[in-house]
C-alpha cells in the first residue's frame, strides 16, 4: 500500500461524499490557503478526518464543544458549523499569529453558533476555559502539544458530561506510537494510553487511519 493509492482512496470518496457540499467545501479550502499564505504549516486534519468531526457533533446533537489546539481554524470550522445557534465552541491557540488567521477563517466562515478563540498556552487557559463554561462539554478534540496530551485529557474527563465523547488526534506517527522513543509527542501518547489502561472514567478505543495524511490515528473515548 503507497501513500500515493491512499490519496486516490480519500479523492474517490470525498468527491462523492463530500461534494454534495460546495459551499462548506469552498469555505474550507479558503481557510486551509489562508493558513498556507500566512505560513502556517500543513497539519490541519484531512478533509475526511474534519466531516467525521461534524458527524460526531450532528450525531451527539453536541452544543458545548472545547478544542485544544486551533492552528487556522481549519477543524474548528468543521466542528462550529454542525453546531446550532445558540451551541458554543471554544478553541485554544497557543500561538498568535495562528490565532488571529483562525479567527479572520473562522469569521468567514458565518457560523451559526458562538466561536471563541482563546489564545495562550493550553494548560493555562484550560483550567479558567472550564470554570467559566455554563455547561458540560459534549465533545472534546485534542490536537495542540502532544506532549501534554494526558494532562489535556485529565481536564478533559473533568469536563465533559457523562456519555460525552473525547477524541484525540495523531495518536499513531507513521507507526512511531509502537517505539520507546525519546521523542516528547510519542512519549505523550504513551504515557495516556498508560493512564487510560484499566481507567474505569472512560471507554476507549484507538483507530489508524490512512489517507491523505499518511498513517496516522485517532484515540476515541467516552466518558461513562
Ligand atoms: N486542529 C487543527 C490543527 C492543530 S495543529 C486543525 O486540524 O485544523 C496544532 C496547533 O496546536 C498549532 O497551531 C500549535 O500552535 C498549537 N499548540 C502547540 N502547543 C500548544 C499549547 N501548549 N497550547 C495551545 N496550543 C498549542
Ligand atoms: C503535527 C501535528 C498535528 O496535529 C498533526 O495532525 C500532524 C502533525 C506535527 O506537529 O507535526
Ligand atoms: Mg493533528
Same mark, same amino acid.
Given at each position: 500500500m503507497s501513500q500515493a493509492l491512499w490519496s486516490s482512496i480519500d479523492g474517490y470518496f470525498n468527491d462523492a !461524499?463530500? =461534494?454534495? $457540499?460546495p459551499e462548506l467545501g469552498a469555505a474550507l479550502e479558503r481557510a486551509r490557503a489562508a493558513s498556507l499564505d500566512a505560513g !502556517?504549516? $500543513?497539519?490541519?486534519?484531512?478533509a475526511n478526518q474534519g466531516r467525521l468531526l461534524s458527524l460526531l457533533v450532528l450525531a451527539m446533537g453536541a452544543r458545548n464543544v472545547l478544542e485544544i489546539g486551533t492552528l487556522g481554524g481549519y477543524s474548528a470550522i468543521c466542528l462550529a458549523r454542525a453546531l446550532p445557534a445558540g451551541g458554543r465552541l471554544v478553541t485554544l491557540e497557543a500561538d498568535a499569529k495562528h490565532a488571529a488567521v483562525a479567527r479572520a477563517n473562522i469569521v468567514a466562515s458565518k457560523p451559526a453558533c458562538e466561536v471563541e478563540v482563546v489564545e495562550g498556552a493550553a494548560l493555562l487557559t484550560v483550567p479558567g476555559v472550564i470554570a467559566t463554561s455554563p455547561e458540560a462539554f459534549d465533545l472534546v478534540f485534542i490536537d495542540a502539544d502532544k506532549q501534554n496530551i494526558p494532562a489535556y485529557v485529565e481536564h478533559a474527563i473533568g469536563a465533559t458530561r457523562s456519555g460525552g465523547v473525547i477524541v484525540v488526534d495523531n495518536v499513531v506517527r507513521d507507526g512511531r506510537v509502537l517505539e520507546e522513543s525519546d521523542d516528547p509527542s510519542v512519549a505523550g501518547v504513551r504515557r495516556l494510553v498508560e493512564m487510560l #489502561? =484499566? $481507567? #474505569?472514567r472512560v471507554q476507549a478505543a484507538a483507530l489508524q487511519t490512512v489517507g491523505e495524511k499518511g498513517h496516522d490515528g485517532f484515540l476515541v473515548a467516552v466518558v461513562r
Open positions: !461524499l463530500m =461534494g454534495s $457540499d !502556517l504549516p $500543513d497539519i490541519a486534519v484531512a #489502561r =484499566g $481507567d #474505569r
